[in-house]
């Protein structure tokens, strides 16, 4: 073929095609992103292990102290628990929805469903502030008997975890709501809500061990 014929050629095909998009996390590619996926998963099963070793030793304590001590009287919950879990079991329905969505390739649905799950966690978050408020107002304070202190302990050591577990949604949500839903950040999309529903699944943990034994 002539320079010329090449060249027309070359005119003709045109620029090469823009990669495609295949909807959720990429094909693992050979840019290195494969590598940082299982980098991320690693660091979040390390991090799911060491908040199990903390409510596993706190849940020790727990049933130690209540099976030695003859001061342990059954506080009274309040009520408001009970939405609290029917919010952070919602804020889960929800994200998983988004996942669904984002995987459809309907990002608008995404982001809808992910902005309302992070709200549900922010909702979820103000309400246990308002749990440990009404338990002040009924005298009910940290220091006033074991089984108050254990509550106090872990549903705030639950709330850090969960304050975490918000940043990290609303990270997400800026970036979806920016258009910036590239394959490093469905990887930060997958983390989050696996650690998400670890915490859900964490709480509904702890209201047995409230409601059961405390």
């Not at 060491?50 to 130690?64: G, Q």
């Not at 390739?105 to 549900?120: H, I, M, Q, V």
Request: glycine letters at 10%.
């Amino acid at each position: 073929m002539s320079m010329a014929g090449s060249l027309t050629h070359d005119v003709i095909k045109g620029p090469p095609a823009p990669p495609i998009d295949r909807g959720w996390g990429g094909d693992g590619g050979n840019d290195g992103r494969g590598a940082d996926r299982r980098a991320s998963f690693t660091g979040l099963f390390v991090l799911l292990a060491a908040s199990t070793m903390v409510f596993a030793a706190l849940t020790s304590a727990f049933v130690v102290r209540r099976g030695l001590s003859d001061d342990w009287a059954s506080m009274p919950k309040p009520q408001i628990l009970w939405l609290n879990t029917a919010v952070l079991l919602a804020s889960s329905v929800v994200l998983d929805l988004s996942r669904r969505a984002l995987k459809a390739g309907n990002r608008s649905r995404f982001n809808l469903w992910w902005t309302a799950g992070t709200a549900l966690g922010i909702l979820f978050l103000v309400g246990q502030a308002i749990a440990w408020s009404q338990l002040k107002s009924a005298g009910v304070f940290i220091a006033s008997n074991p089984s108050s202190s254990f509550f106090y302990v872990l549903t705030a050591s639950h709330a850090f975890h969960l304050l975490g577990g918000v940043l990290a949604l609303a990270y997400v949500d800026v970036q979806a709501l920016r258009l910036r839903l590239g394959p490093a950040k469905r990887t930060a999309i997958d983390v989050t809500a696996i650690f998400w529903h670890f915490l859900d699944g964490l709480w509904v943990y702890l209201m047995i061990l409230f409601y059961v034994w405390g």
